[in-house]
């Protein structure tokens, strides 16, 4: 079994566990899904479609191969005013 610090995350659970530690206490749930976006950004994620195959896929897609950091809730709320608490 491989200790945690080695463990394989996803590009999202990665942004969100960055953006959390680097991200101020009462931070607000929109502010932690800006930050976690410009985590993936410049985390690099490109899409690493290749060959002959790779280039019209990413001309038709338009594809940046970064994920959009989402949330749903059962309630609205101003993600911009309620703050994110762990």
Known sequence: MMPDAYASVGAMTHSF???VECEPRGVTYGRL???MKSIMINSGGNCNLQGPI???IRK???FSG???PTLSSSEMFDIYRK???L
């Open 83 to 85: 703050a994110f608490v």
């Open 60 to 62: 038709i897609a338009n």
């Open 54 to 56: 790779g280039m019209p």
């Open 33 to 35: 899904l800006t930050a």
């Open 17 to 19: 566990i960055k953006a």
């Open 66 to 68: 970064v994920q959009e």
